[in-house]
């Protein structure tokens, strides 16, 4: 049985026309100015609601829809947070997921292959019931790569050894079926402090990205208190990058929700950036 959106009409229209015309529209106005600077294996783009986010989250998309045409990518390796403190800790769906545009196959064998290659890596649904930052993710893959199947993986378990392993697994599972998968990492920036402060913390922590320096992306957001939601599964897309011979990482657009309401006194940053 298909898993069935959970957020639908929350963070993002449940009506199939709605929808599909809201991530059209967001992906008209990406401009990811990509010609010249090679393809993405791996991007990083956030989860919020689609009014906060959505025209942040389809840069990302953009760059992997162009990328897609020249790598012509089997599979898309979906990773984000767990906000609810359900399930394994780190946990990989088994099902078909479902949005109000249709359903996104599961690459069974790659997920399980993953499972496989760690011990720290389950089959677990009960991670992924109430969770949101991959399903929010779905509709832009919809969009801008068709029916592409997909494995979803939730991490509860963000420390480095566990991204480690997990990025491990999936170079280990992609390479033994000739999968050529890229990797989306689900993820806020700073939350909830006044936008300057949360731009100040977040830059800083983006350019260890743009140099693939994963731990030093982990040790500034420490240092900072920077509450980036999702640093797991950008650490783990930034070693799969590098593993995959990317040169280094582009920021492609950075904004927050004061952008939206005009409220610069408590804001979530958001940030889109590509592995190339």
């Known amino acids: 049985m298909a898993r069935k959106p959970a957020f639908a009409d929350v963070f993002y229209p449940a009506d199939a026309k709605a929808l599909g015309g809201l991530v059209s529209g967001f992906m008209r106005k990406a401009s990811t100015g990509w010609k010249g600077i090679g393809a ?5 783009a956030p989860h919020a609601g689609y009014v906060y986010s959505g025209q942040v989250a389809a840069y990302s998309y953009k760059a992997l829809a162009e990328s897609h045409r020249e790598r012509k990518f089997d599979s898309l390796i979906m990773i984000g947070p767990n906000h609810t403190g359900h399930g394994e800790p780190i946990a990989v769906s088994l099902r078909d997921w479902e949005t109000p545009l249709g359903v996104v196959r599961n690459d069974i064998e790659l997920s399980r292959k993953i499972i496989d290659h760690s011990d720290r890596i389950f ?3 009960a991670a992924h019931a109430g969770e949101h930052s991959v399903e929010v993710q779905l509709p832009f893959v919809q969009g801008a790569l068709g029916g592409i199947a997909c494995v979803f993986i939730c991490m509860g378990d963000q420390s480095k050894g566990s991204g480690e392993s997990l990025c491990k697994a999936i170079l280990s599972a992609t390479k033994g079926l000739k999968r050529n998968a890229a990797v989306v990492a689900s993820s806020d920036f700073d939350h909830y402090e006044p936008a300057s402060v949360a731009k100040g913390k977040d830059m800083p922590a983006i350019e260890a990205l743009e140099k693939l320096d994963a731990d030093g992306f982990r040790g500034l957001l420490s240092s900072s208190g920077d509450t980036a939601c999702g640093y797991g599964p950008i650490s783990v897309a930034a070693r799969f ?13 950075y904004a927050s929700s004061g952008d939206v309401t005009g409220d610069y006194a408590s804001v979530v940053a958001y940030a889109s950036l590509a592995f190339v």
Do not use: T
């Open 123 to 125: 089959e677990d649904e």
């Open 40 to 44: 993405a294996v791996s991007v990083v």
């Open 241 to 253: 990058a590098r593993e995959r011979g990317a040169k280094g990482g582009r920021l492609l657009k």
